[in-house]
């Protein structure tokens, strides 16, 4: 791997420091305006790697790595940092909270207009997204983890007064975030012959078969989610559809809508969340807010969040609920995208929404998610090898390992990027919203990290680490060369030299997608390595060989020739044993350490002969 992602996000905190650090406060901002989730952003390219990599932790002062200071130096020293911290971190969550302590979610600046010169009113903008709950929910996690380690340090009484002060705040944004998210659940039913139906089938039905016989497998592969759906989704919304399921000639897609469902019920908590706001999102998933609510959902129940109990009993019921949608709509969508016998519907580039829209980076999400299903499930090498070919197809046609020299519609997915309607917005009042994503590339390169570290097969992982090093060359090529924002990201330009050249201000929401990517490397790195059997095999052998070496040295009695010859011998005694003890884990290192055994094992029987004449 080319990526050296320590190195890396040193560089970023670097930069993401003299950038939001200025005159003795934390800097809110960036190419897309002040938001609840922008600021997110910004503060996860600092917090995101110092919760999720151990060799960047800064909740521990004492413990903190030199070249991490260095970096950070413009935050302070070791003491100085996490103080900062906490007060930006808690600014953030009041600038964000409600003067009745509701906490907002509301997609502000981020938020487009279908009609171009359209004005977006104050009530638009203050409309709850789900990308807003997503990144509250990673942001709080990293912080109330930040604090509980954190604490165990602090000694000063009002220091340990701030510390329970934000860790309250964030358990109570928290609680919002997920509330949010089981009120932003939805599930389409439709009938299999609406134009929702027919783009369905027009999906799955790969072999041109008769439409009757595809609806009937396809429900009948739907069965166990459609039975789930209605029995154990209870609260939030999504659970009023459960009666028109029952109907056996409707389908179903399901997944998280943009915003609050309109008619989402309220959920029943004793968790302090403020208000909870009327809902005017379209009732119908959008693939982009499915993912990024899947992703959020994943950190929920991940090990670190049980480790160190980072919910409490009341988030524990609400996360239990996400849990189950999260599993039914992974396996929904791996269902759709993999059914059949012969080409997947995956593999028929572009994916095509039942909306009758078709874009590449649809077949990203769509991937994303058949790789989740196939974590949980164990999927064969083969089948993982089928959607490598789908990511390594997507990088040549969205030109991110294939040269573009001319405006194309290839390239508008990177910049502006796809814009898509946020159906209900327009219902308070105004223009209808729209939103837009132009993260292709690095979400293509952790989607291909990712997968690299699932696949155990040595030359398929070869080809996806490959893959990720021709992705980060495009990434590396598009960050900000020059000026204060140096080193951040984004500028097209510098893959498209077509493009307009003026993006000299950060994007904190591209820069901290790359951020997430150079964690998945650092994890990736961090794991074994693949297991090779036949290598395994050959270290076996090797090691018989070795050993019956070994133990004729021994009975022919060249440990009685010198004191050198026996610490000889004692020495590759010890190798032997340390090959033995890798051999399953690391084989190759076990080859490689054998082998070195033999060729000195060879030497003294050599001298041995050569002494008495044989």
């Known amino acids: 791997m080319q990526i050296q992602p320590r190195q890396q996000l040193l560089d970023i905190w670097q930069a993401t420091t003299r950038v939001s650090y200025r005159d003795g406060s934390w800097d809110p901002g960036g190419r897309g305006g002040s938001n609840s989730i922008s600021d997110a952003e910004q503060l996860l390219c600092i917090l995101s ?20 200071l260095d970096s950070l ?27 009745d302590g509701t906490p907002v979610f509301s997609g502000d600046t981020y938020f487009r207009t279908e009609a171009e010169g359209a004005e977006i009113t104050p009530t638009q903008r203050d409309l709850d997204v789900v990308d807003s709950f997503s990144i509250s929910v990673t942001l709080m996690l990293a912080i109330v983890g930040f604090t509980k380690t954190f604490r165990s340090v602090v000694t000063r009484p009002v220091l340990l007064q701030q510390v329970d002060n934000l860790e309250q705040l964030a358990n109570r944004r928290l609680s919002a975030a997920m509330a949010g998210l089981l009120r932003s659940f939805t599930v389409n039913v439709f009938s299999a012959d609406n134009k929702f139906g027919r783009e369905l089938i027009r999906t799955v039905n790969q072999e041109r078969r008769p439409t009757h016989i595809v609806v009937e497998e396809l429900r009948e592969a739907l069965r166990e989610i459609n039975a789930r759906l209605r029995d154990d989704v209870t609260i939030g919304s999504g659970a009023a559809e459960g009666n028109e399921l029952d109907n056996p000639n409707r389908l179903f897609e399901c997944g998280w809508s943009w915003g609050i469902v309109h008619d989402a019920p309220k959920i029943e908590t004793i968790a302090d969340i403020g208000q909870q706001r009327d809902g005017v999102a379209q009732n119908a998933p959008y693939l982009y807010f499915t993912t990024v609510a899947l992703d959020a959902i994943q950190a929920l129940s991940s090990e670190r969040t049980r480790l160190l109990g980072l919910l409490d009993a009341e988030q524990s019921r609400l996360a239990q609920s996400l849990q189950l949608r999260f599993e039914l709509t992974r396996s929904y969508w791996a269902t759709i995208a993999t059914f059949g016998s012969g080409r997947w519907p995956l593999e ?19 991937s994303g998610m058949v790789m989740q299903n196939m974590q949980a499930n164990r999927a064969s090498n083969a089948e993982m090898q089928r959607v490598a070919n789908v990511l390594e197809e997507l990088a ?55 997968l690299a570290g699932m ?14 090093d021709a992705v980060w060359t495009h990434l590396e090529d598009r960050m900000i060369k020059e000026g204060d924002d140096r080193g951040l990201w984004d500028r097209p330009a510098g893959v498209f030299s077509h493009l307009d050249k003026d993006h000299a201000h950060v994007s904190w929401y591209y820069t901290k997608r790359v951020v997430d990517c150079l964690v998945t490397a650092a994890r990736v790195i961090n794991e074994p390595p693949v297991r090779s059997d036949l290598l395994a095999q050959i270290a076996a052998d090797l090691l018989n060989e070795a050993d019956h070496l070994f133990d004729r040295e021994l009975l022919n009695g060249t440990t009685t020739r010198g004191e050198a010859l026996r610490i000889e011998l004692e020495r590759l005694g010890t190798e032997l044993r340390r090959a033995r003890s890798v051999r399953r884990e690391r084989p190759g290192v076990a080859v490689a350490v054998t082998e070195e055994v033999l060729r000195k094992l060879d030497r003294l029987s050599a001298a041995r002969r050569a002494n008495t004449g044989s």
């Open 455 to 468: 696949i155990s097969d040595g030359a398929m992982r070869s080809r996806l680490i490959e893959l990720s």
């Open 73 to 99: 130096k413009g935050l302070g020293d070791n003491l100085q940092i996490p103080q900062r911290l906490l007060r930006a971190l808690t600014d953030y969550i009041e600038r964000y909270t409600d003067p």
């Open 348 to 366: 028929d580039l572009p994916w095509r929404a039942t909306d009758g829209i078709e874009f590449d980076y649809f077949s990203l999400l769509v």
């Open 396 to 450: 040549n046609r969205s030109r991110i390992t294939r040269r573009s020299s001319e405006p194309e519609f290839a390239v508008a997915v990177h910049y502006p990027g796809l814009h898509f309607p946020l159906e209900g917005s327009e219902d308070v009042g105004g223009p209808q919203l729209a939103w837009t994503v132009a993260d292709i590339s690095p979400v293509l390169f952790r989607r291909t990290l990712d």
């Open 49 to 68: 790697p110092a919760t999720a990599v151990p060799l960047f932790r800064l909740d521990k002062p004492d413990g903190i790595s030199d070249d991490v």
